[in-house]
Nanobody, 120 residues
């Protein structure tokens, strides 16, 4: 089982940037596709971005294309989400998870997430 720990969230003004990190542990974590998901206030959790095990393939939800970049460092067992040009509607708790089915179906177990708040 992959265990996950998200970090890097915070409060930022619209137009600003943040980089989220997701540390993973587990025997096969570096061989799994990984994704970022988010849950806005009062809404259900939604897909944001995914990256395959090697980092060669990525996939983004339409609203973050051109603003967010997902990457990974398998030696560090860490997945990143660089978020630029942030908007108030990006406010959410952000989670990472292994991808069960490419690109956006996650496994059922979640970490605590990291809060991102974008002020207008």
């Amino acid at each position: 089982q992959v265990q996950l720990q998200e970090s890097g969230g915070g409060l930022v003004q619209a137009g600003g940037s943040l980089r989220l990190s997701c540390g993973s542990s587990g025997r096969t974590s570096s061989m799994m596709a990984m994704g970022w998901f988010r849950q806005p206030p009062g809404k259900e959790r939604e897909f944001v971005a995914a990256i395959n095990w090697s980092g060669a393939n990525t996939y983004y939800e339409d609203s973050v294309k051109g603003r967010f970049t997902i990457s990974r460092d398998n030696a560090k067992r860490t997945v990143y989400l660089q978020m630029n040009s942030l908007k108030p509607e990006d406010t959410a708790v952000y989670y990472c998870n292994a991808v069960r089915s490419w690109p956006s179906r996650p496994f059922d177990s979640w970490g605590q997430g990291t809060q991102v708040t974008v002020s207008s």
